[in-house]
Each structure stands twice: as structure tokens, then as C-alpha cells.
């Protein structure tokens, strides 16, 4: 299953841009990235997915990089309440069941 | 509208005694259903996926186990629990063949005293 790597923490001013990066290297040409967040003591919450374009919705920007080897999550405004731990996925091929295997995240503290 | 459905929302049992968390899905038909375990201050684990039912793939070796005797209903048990399966359990879903979200369900936090 491809991996993730992503930074263990970042900090972010309230209504500034929040840049999260991930690395996923050993991506496969079908596999898809797809971004998830985490509030505490709450179940994951879809953010975005994108396979070689950029994408953009009412959360987040994804930027994938040509080579598909790595991509940046960006919260265009951050507000206090995106603070969370934030999971970039590699979702494997549905022939081997679709599974989202989450990494450690990077956990964003959005500061006033 | 689809929605999933988890129970106990919290749970607390002896170590040595079994184990039922239920999950259904309601408003979709033959999803992906999956079970995720997370310890306390750490990502989530794969622990049981399904395409269908009485299809069930474990993803690592432990001291639970899946079943899916119906469509949209997968149930996750232990025999005997032990004190490492505490933590928060989230059953989640996806159409099959669907590259759009994978919806989580609110999740039973279990404590093995």
C-alpha cells in the first residue's frame, strides 16, 4: 500500500492560508489522494480527493504536483475552528477493496 | 440521504468478557463497509473491511473479529477482550466503486478495565 509522509504538527495564524503538505512517493497511477480531517473525539471528515488535477471546493484547495509524488492541502482562510489533525490518504485500487489507510497526520493549531 | 449508525456510543467491560459493537448503513445499497480502531493519541488502524456480505478481509492479526450477515449491517466481536482493545472504534462506508467520500459513523469509544 502506497504511504503518506506528512509533518507531525503545524501552527497557523487565524485567517491566513494553512499549507499542509504530504508526500506520497510510491503512488500508483490509480490511486487517488484523498485529504481527511480529525476533531478530537469525533469520527473523520471527508475534506477533499483529487488524482493528478488541482481541486477546490467550499473547504480546500488540492494542489497535486505533475509527477503525482507529492500534494499540499490549502485552507484558503484558516479559522480557529480548523483546528484538527488533518490526514492526507493514498486510497487503494477497489479491486483491493478501497481501504483509506491512515498515517499519524499532521496535527494544525490555529492560533488568534 | 445515507447515514450510518453505530452502538454503544460508549462502553466500558472487564477484561476476559465478549465483545459487540454493531454498525448498519442506512440509504445505499451494497456499500464497502470497514471497521477502524484508534488508541488514544493515535492514528486510525484499519482493522476489518467488506465488500459484501460473509466477505470479510482482516487487515492484521488480533483478538477481534468481523462479521457481515447482512448488506448494510457489520458487526464487530471479541470472544475475550483484552486490555490493548481499548479505544475508539468507527465503522465507516463507501459505494463500491465510488471515488467520492467515505463516510464515518460517530464512533464507540471502548474502555477494557
Known amino acids: 500500500d502506497a504511504k503518506t509522509t506528512q509533518p507531525p504538527s503545524m501552527d497557523c495564524a487565524e485567517g491566513r492560508a494553512a499549507n499542509l503538505p504530504c508526500n506520497h512517493s510510491?503512488?500508483?497511477?490509480?490511486?487517488?489522494v484523498y485529504w481527511y480531517r480529525q476533531i478530537h473525539s469525533q469520527g473523520p471528515q471527508y475534506i477533499i480527493h483529487g488524482l493528478k488535477n488541482n481541486e477546490t471546493n467550499e473547504m480546500a484547495s488540492l494542489i497535486i504536483t505533475e509527477d503525482r509524488k507529492s500534494s499540499t492541502l490549502i485552507l484558503p482562510h484558516a479559522t480557529l475552528r480548523d483546528t484538527a489533525v488533518y490526514y492526507c490518504i493514498v486510497r487503494v485500487a477497489f479491486n483491493q477493496g478501497g481501504k483509506l489507510i491512515f498515517g499519524q497526520g499532521t496535527e494544525l493549531s490555529v492560533k488568534p | 440521504s445515507q447515514t450510518i449508525h453505530q452502538w454503544p456510543a460508549t462502553l466500558v467491560q472487564p477484561v476476559g468478557s465478549p465483545l459487540s459493537l454493531e454498525c448498519t448503513v442506512e440509504g445505499t445499497s451494497n456499500p464497502n463497509l470497514y471497521w477502524y480502531r484508534q488508541a488514544a493519541g493515535r492514528g486510525l488502524q484499519l482493522l476489518f473491511y467488506s465488500i459484501g456480505i460473509d466477505q470479510i478481509s482482516s487487515e492484521v492479526p488480533q483478538n477481534l473479529s468481523a462479521s457481515r450477515p447482512q448488506d448494510r449491517q457489520f458487526i464487530l466481536s471479541s470472544k475475550k477482550l483484552l486490555l490493548s482493545d481499548s479505544g475508539f472504534y468507527l465503522c465507516a462506508w463507501i459505494t463500491r466503486g465510488s471515488y467520492n467520500e467515505q463516510f464515518f459513523g460517530p464512533g464507540t469509544r471502548l474502555t477494557v478495565l
Open positions: 510510491t503512488i500508483s497511477g490509480n490511486e487517488y
